[in-house]
């Protein structure tokens, strides 16, 4: 069973930086996208990010574009998310996931079979 780990987790204050990183368990492992999504306290997980990792194609939820940038290293099994511009807002546990989602289940959870553990990411005020 393939296994994600999520890392870069922390606190920041608004307008700081974090990188999170999600290394998959198995080399080999080759799915077709990965993505990342957050869930704060009280709500639903909600779509972050995804790369499709053959064309390094990117999707981002309205709130995080020109912020939040996603990519991957050239061994594919690693992807990263870039978060700048941070606000209190984003506040929640980030989660990474992979899977082979079809076009309309990008953004949804039900597109990815593969999930992470979660990492913290506080944002203070």
């Known amino acids: 069973q393939v296994q994600l780990v999520e890392s870069g987790g922390g606190m920041v204050q608004a307008g700081g930086s974090l990188k999170l990183s999600c290394a998959a368990s198995d080399r080999a492992f080759s799915p077709r996208q990965m993505a990342w999504f957050r869930q704060a306290p009280g709500k639903e997980r909600e779509f972050v990010a995804a790369i499709k990792l053959t064309s390094r194609h990117t999707y981002y939820q309205d709130s995080v574009k020109g912020r939040f940038t996603v990519s991957t290293d050239n061994t594919k099994n690693t992807v990263y998310l870039q978060m700048n511009s941070l606000k209190p807002e984003d506040t929640a546990v980030y989660y990474c996931?992979?899977?082979?989602?079809?076009?309309?289940?990008?953004?949804?959870?039900?597109?990815?079979?593969?999930w992470g553990q979660g990492t913290q990411v506080t944002v203070s005020s």
């Open positions: 996931a992979a899977g082979n989602p079809i076009l309309s289940s990008t953004t949804m959870e039900l597109g990815y079979r593969y």
